[in-house]
């Protein structure tokens, strides 16, 4: 059963990934930076997954000051001139639903049958052809005039992410699309909350990820925000290389802040108009520098794991004189001599870099700031970056 | 009962401090370093505690690559310019012996009864009041004929330190000057011996200071190394500004490298010439990141102890998010954001640095190398200094 609709692979590039700094910054944002070595950063590297299942160039939709840095990523990696994204740039942040309505807008326009995917320009998946092919299903199941979300298999009760839990039973037609009913939506639950969850099964992990029609988006959006679908209309019609960013403005302005997740999943669940596909590739949305070090950790090849050696990014980790070191994982060109267990490096300056005696231990080295973190408040550092304005280092953030 | 006899302090100025690396380095050792932020460096607060009890500007024995830069540090703290120290340039390290040989042989013949005291020049003693009673009657019991040295009361079983032990009696005229004869000096011994040492009482910490007449080590030295001898006599009467380099290397040359403890002290402790004075005054030897720390830490006003506060270096230390920080200490301009507990920042950089979620922590940013540093490690500094060649960062020792 194939899918007849084109799908067009709608991509938010925004937030600052706060719990990645001072690597990600307000004006360098995790989207835009190769946080794995590859030397593509997660946006290049979230473009280049869509194209198998694009049908037409992605749309991105990112904050006006971005709009440079992210146009030229995305030429980098476009299959042709032809294949070129599509840069939408938000006057302002006002969250998830009014970036992707004025996506929709644009994607039915240019196909009034169009089914498009949001994908958040900054989460790391490896598996293509797993996430191909979950897309794939979803998009079977978008046409039978669902709002389709990816589900993550559980691996923790994790209290990070909110959790979809599957209704009891799902209809014929989207059973055989591969996809499942949806109950409802549950926002970041408690560790015991989470645990009853991963007890009684049925609940997977919501990474974010919507499927459906444009015009089913903006249908429902007539309806419980219309203000916004007509704002996200007029966007569409006016084209942004048409008008002056006055007349953008204007229009944006008029649109309500809020996510996608409250704006339309949580009602259409309650609609009985949410479906589940789950997820058949790994998944990490990079949260912060835990999760980062594990990807890092994973990456290595396996013959080199638990040793002192070159990592994904080809930094030269050297043991120091204990010999004790291990599972040091470096990002930069920095020398690391390490006498630690579980550490991270990240160089942007290419100093040499010595840890003596530490575990489970973050260093940040770049050019203006430096941090040294203990990976179990990987969390907390949000927190810190809040606060770096009244500490007289706002410039930092 | 005064002394009769020309005081002249005697500063070997050698050693390069590597578990204080990457601050101390080969080129520029821990003695030429501002290590607390009090403006001058420990070889400059060495020669202004020195200045109330010398007869005579100190006699300073340093490598030859330190030469200018000692010179210039001393000559900024003399008193004037007719107390200018007289700087003596090994050609190599020769361990302490041949220094203090050399250095007694010019003190004899500035006055051949003069009483010579040596002390090492990256050593922390605070009360200047105390350290001046304290050789002051060192220099009584030298006069007396005795290899006099300084014993700090041990305050835990320490394994770092040599220890000296007293003799069951002493005899009164040393005992008037206030000293006490000694049995013996006990190399670093391993913990349960440090602890029967504090146990049994009589043990005291060898500090490596010693006082004595010049004509006394030369005579001694006269019997038991006399090539030595000879050559510092030598050295001493050419006087290093009329004669080539090349001279004094040559006899330099047939110097033995010895530490005066085997060279002198034991011998003469077992021929019972040698006395200890109890120290009536702080020290401490900077040996490692752990006790610069300690030292900061007893240096901030007691006013500010346990708060995020400004230190004696006039670092700002700024609170993370967490609220959980105390006693964060940091040397250099850099601002601190900490997050952290016993944590101490050394920067020579000015780049802020943000801890986050980390206990007993030392973090040393330089130009050119970075250490992040767990405080119960910091004796296995030394150990990673050795093999920066190997790893092919020779160039930062």
């Excluded at 008008?243 to 999943?265: C, K, N, Y």
């Amino acid at each position: 059963m194939c899918a007849s609709s084109v799908f067009i692979p709608i991509v938010p590039a925004g937030g600052s990934g706060t719990r990645l700094w001072p690597l990600s910054r307000r004006s360098e944002p995790k989207f835009l930076l190769d946080l794995t070595g590859t030397g593509s950063s997660l946006l290049q590297q979230t473009l280049r997954r869509l194209e198998p299942i694009a049908d037409h160039p992605p749309i991105i939709v990112t904050g006006a000051v971005h709009r440079d840095a992210v146009t030229t990523q995305a030429q980098a990696v476009a299959a042709g001139a032809d294949r070129h994204a599509r840069i939408l740039a938000e006057p302002s942040p006002k969250n998830s639903m009014p970036a992707i309505a004025w996506a929709a807008a644009v994607a039915e326009r240019i196909d009034e049958n169009a089914v498009i995917g949001s994908f958040a320009a900054d989460h790391l998946i490896h598996d293509v052809d797993g996430f191909t092919a979950t897309i794939r299903a979803a998009h079977r199941a978008a046409e039978l005039g669902h709002l389709v979300t990816i589900g993550i298999e559980p691996t923790y009760p994790a209290t990070g992410f909110g959790y979809i839990q599957e209704a009891d039973g799902t209809p014929e037609q989207l059973g055989a699309a591969g996809a499942r009913a949806v109950a409802r939506f549950v926002e970041k639950p408690d560790a015991e909350t989470a645990q009853s969850f991963l007890a009684a099964g049925g609940f997977t992990w919501n990474a974010g990820m919507f499927v459906a029609r444009a015009s089913l988006i903006l249908h429902w959006l007539d309806r419980l925000l219309p203000q916004v679908a007509d704002a996200a209309r007029q966007l569409a019609r006016l084209g942004q290389e048409h008008v002056g960013p006055e007349e953008i403005d204007r229009i944006w302005q008029g649109m309500t802040s809020i996510a996608i997740d409250h704006a339309l999943a949580e009602p259409l669940a309650a609609e009985g108009a949410v479906a589940m596909v789950p997820a058949r590739f790994d998944w990490d949305d990079v949260g912060d520098f835990h999760a980062l070090s594990r990807q890092l950790r994973s990456a290595r090849p396996a013959a080199q794991q638990g040793h002192d050696d070159a990592t994904p990014a080809g930094s030269a980790v050297q043991q120091g004189s204990g010999g004790a070191g291990s599972d040091v994982v470096a990002l930069g060109d920095a020398p690391v001599i390490a006498d630690a267990s579980r550490a991270s490096i990240y160089s942007r300056t290419g100093r040499p870099v010595a840890v003596v005696g530490l575990e489970d231990i973050t260093v940040v080295d770049t050019e203006d700031v430096l941090l040294v973190l203990a990976d179990d408040h990987a969390q907390s550092l949000s927190g810190l970056v809040a606060n770096l304005q009244e500490h007289g280092q706002g410039h930092l953030r």
